[in-house]
């Protein structure tokens, strides 16, 4: 297939203010971004709103704060109606934004703010009782709290406790002073702005290689990392995915976004991106239990969903859902983890609508590759690289590998981070002098130019010299009807090295280990077929969706050692 050309006059914006802007003047009065909380009640700003509220925002950060270009807040807290408005606030502001996973214990969240060097904390008040311990050390000299209903009318106090119980605990005493709440930074940036501040000032002169957002990755291979994006990395990459889908968007489409903001997922193909295309985006503060979507889908229609493969597998396990599934979805995406084809099959069967599955990493900014949603999604392959994006495929000496050839995959386009904070030695393994960025997935390529992430490289398990990918167990282990969710790992074995070990949640009770074997060994050739069956209650998460393999290795690791 053909690859589109990407040039600089393809770029929306030469910086996210602009974008943001650019897109407030568009789209004014229309319905931008909206909060439902477990209860069902929710409100919703316009894209006026947003764009007032972010420039009150900035002008607060920079008046009142006398904060500096460059200098960083760090934001943490889930899906609610303040997060945009802070996010392009800092961003209008000239500021580095760094989205701090609002699941982190402490210690996760003070090596956060240490490493990047946050000035400014905004934190959701149920995190109150942790706030000495996190700043700790850091160079914060401000807190501002948020609230679930920021920005919602005022809510009865008996709604607002039943609503808090969804977070699964109260709003505790503050354990430190803190300096206000988002109502009263609005407040006091408004009156700059009566007073005929310009707010676009303040990005004047600012080029598209200033540093937007310290994206800091899911440590999954020890202490988090925070990935350096320019303005030119996110509005570049933006614009590359609307150009490889430059579709005509209806009045009235609507996007659930269960995808957490402080990912870069959400809050460039979510928050940004619908912006620009005047989608109005349904923000979800507590999606679980899945149950908690119920009043999304009935109180809106639902045209645009992303998400990942635990969250479509999810939906079709519930009963709610598959009794009365939403009829006005148009387009899905999976990104984040590997879409598994028996549970895309299985979506589309019920919904009608086709998964489009796309791969990316923080490190990319969000996309790399994405299906052409002007045809049926290709199964089993995460599309083909976006406008102005190269991939290569090599092999353990760095040599290209042929088409069909499974090897590590190379990136390299406007999208590619600057590098990683405070770690010239991490930024240098990982991308080479001419700007290829080394992912650590393995993929390969077919002969119409589809890619396909076949697993993480230390993923991969090695059974008698053989590779085995878990995804391709797991694919088989899934279309098991019994199965409801599965993950393979790789474990110590002193027969062969290493042996396959799968970690199933039974989808049926009377499931057996005789069951899953047998089924394998239909479809599995020898060496790949699981050698350990564990069944297990849940499989551990992280609050993208994505199925934690370290932790599971990590426990087989441990059995296979202990006997």
Same mark, same amino acid.
């Given at each position: ?28 009065? !229309? ?15 316009? /894209? ?19 904060? *500096? ?61 942790? =706030?000495?311990?996190? =700043? ?21 106090? !008996?709604?607002?406790? /039943?609503?808090?119980?969804?977070? !699964? ?36 002169? !600012? ?35 609307? *150009? ?55 109180? /809106? ?28 979805? *148009? ?196 060496? *790949? ?35």
């Amino acid at each position: 297939m053909a690859q589109v050309t990407f040039t600089e006059e393809d770029m929306l914006a030469n910086h996210l203010g602009e974008l943001v802007d650019a897109c407030v003047a568009e789209h004014g009065d !229309k319905p931008s971004v909206s909060c439902v909380l477990p209860t069902g009640h929710h409100h919703t700003l316009t /894209f006026g709103d947003v764009g007032r509220m972010s420039d009150a925002v900035a002008a607060y950060l920079r008046e009142d704060l006398g904060l *500096k270009p460059g200098d960083v807040v760090a934001v943490q807290c889930p899906n609610t109606l303040a997060y945009p408005v802070l996010a392009f606030g800092i961003l209008k502001a000239g500021l580095v934004a760094t989205n701090v996973n609002p699941l982190y214990t402490t210690d996760e969240t003070n090596h956060q703010l240490k490493d990047s060097k946050a000035k400014v904390w905004f934190v959701i008040d149920v995190f109150g009782d942790r =706030i000495r311990q996190s =700043i700790e050390g850091t160079s914060v000299e401000r807190v501002y709290t948020l609230s679930l209903v920021d920005l919602f009318p005022a809510l009865p106090r !008996k709604l607002l406790g /039943f609503a808090l119980k969804y977070v !699964k605990k109260a709003v505790p005493p503050l354990n430190a002073p803190t300096a206000g709440t988002l109502s009263s930074v609005l407040k006091a940036g408004q009156k700059h702005l009566t007073r005929g501040l310009d707010v676009a000032s303040y990005r004047r002169g !600012k080029g598209a290689d200033e540093v937007a957002i310290f994206q800091y990755t899911g440590g999954t291979t020890g202490r988090s990392k925070g990935a350096e994006l320019t303005h030119g990395n996110v509005v570049g990459n933006i614009s590359q995915a609307n *150009k490889r889908n430059d579709i005509e968007r209806e009045d009235g489409e609507c996007m659930m976004l269960i995808l957490p903001l402080y990912h870069v997922y959400a809050l460039a193909v979510g928050m940004l991106n619908s912006m620009y295309t005047g989608v109005h985006v349904v923000l979800v503060p507590v999606p679980r239990p899945l149950s908690n979507l119920k009043p999304v889908f009935e109180k /809106f229609n639902i045209t645009v969903m992303p998400g990942v493969n635990t969250l479509y597998l999810g939906l079709l396990h519930e009963e709610w859902f598959v009794k009365n599934p939403p009829t006005t979805l *148009k387009f899905c995406f999976s990104g984040a983890a590997p879409l598994q084809p028996a549970t895309a099959d299985k979506w589309e069967k019920l919904t009608g609508a086709a998964i489009y599955e796309g791969y990316g990493l923080t490190e990319g900014t969000c996309v790399v590759s994405s299906m052409p949603f002007n045809m049926p999604p290709k199964r089993g392959t995460c599309g083909i690289p976006i406008p102005g994006t190269e991939i290569r495929i090599v092999d353990e000496d760095e040599n290209e590998l042929p088409i069909g050839q499974p090897g590590e995959l190379w990136v390299r386009g406007p999208q590619i981070m600057r590098g990683y904070l405070n770690n010239p030695e991490a930024t240098a393994e990982t991308i080479t002098k001419d700007g290829w960025l080394k992912t650590g997935d393995i993929g390969v390529m077919d002969d119409e130019g589809y890619l396909s992430i076949v697993d993480r490289k230390k993923d991969m398990v090695i059974v008698s010299g053989f590779n085995v990918y878990p995804t391709d167990v797991e694919d088989v282990l899934t279309r098991f009807a019994p199965v409801a969710e599965a993950a393979v790992v790789g474990a110590p074995d002193d027969e062969s090295g290493e042996k396959v070990v799968a970690y199933i949640v039974r989808g049926d009770a009377a499931l057996t280990e005789e069951a899953v074997i047998s089924h394998c060994r239909e479809h599995l050739t020898g060496y *790949k077929v699981p050698k350990t069956i564990r069944f297990v209650d849940e499989l551990p998460k992280s609050p993208v969706g994505k199925v934690l393999r370290r932790e599971l290795r990590d426990m087989a690791r441990a059995e296979a050692t202990a006997s």
